[in-house]
């Protein structure tokens, strides 16, 4: 997987991407990045990127032809024909199984806005995909691109050491991870449920999908509708709701 990222603060991403299990993929070669900085693409003396709104409003927005400019030196170098994620508050809100679709690219541009956003006629232009992280408003893009970059990584085989992890996580079957502890076995008073203990695999997986169906319950109640769940689950479900 390649990353190309659009942004006027590459450091702030070449800082967070290269740590911990993103930087060890990168140095690997599991995974690579190519920071491009759009203020390089301004055609004028002081590399102003950022201009009034017509109509007047709050705030500065990013011009469209350094955007442009920028995004067209990178398909100049690309075998594929990247799709272009814009990050933004008003995109389709990003989530497990986005990640798993765009992880099957070769190639992907991140668009980072800043200020107010961008001219639209640029977005319209060459955005593939507008990508939200939440509904709520950061100052620009760079931590969205990151949580993307972030999450699809760690999809891509290799990245994670244990290949199992991946799998048996939060949102898979639309069910949240059950509890889980390391050692000691007690800790402040409280101990380690004894079904762990006990090296009984069948009933350890039993007890792992009882509790993480109890979390989903009472926790993101909105997931079980989508959830694949047998007659077994529902009995545990049901019983739950009863109490
Ligand atoms: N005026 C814009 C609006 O109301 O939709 C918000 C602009 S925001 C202050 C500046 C930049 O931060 C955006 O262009 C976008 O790249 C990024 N951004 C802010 N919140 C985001 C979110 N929830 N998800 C993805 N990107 C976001």
Known sequence: M????????????EQGMRTSITGRAIDAGLISMHTVNIRDYARNKHHKVDD??????AGMLMQAEPVYLAWEDICRGTETDPRVIYLTPQGSVFNQKLAKELAEEK????????????DERVLEEIVTDPVSIGDYVLTGGELPAMVLMDCISRLVPGVLSNGESAGTESFEGNLLEYPQYT????????????VLLSGHHANIE???????LIRTLERRPDLLEKADLSAEDKKILEKRIDL
Do not use: D, N, S
């Open 183 to 194: 050692r000691p076995e007690e800790y402040h008073g409280k101990t380690v449920p004894e």
């Open 2 to 13: 390649k990353f190309h990222v659009m942004t006027l603060f590459p450091e702030m991403i």
């Open 206 to 212: 039993k007890w792992r999908r009882e509790q993480a």
């Open 52 to 57: 009034y709104p017509y109509g007047g409003g």
């Open 107 to 118: 190639e992907l541009i991140l668009l980072c806005g800043h200020y107010e956003g961008i």
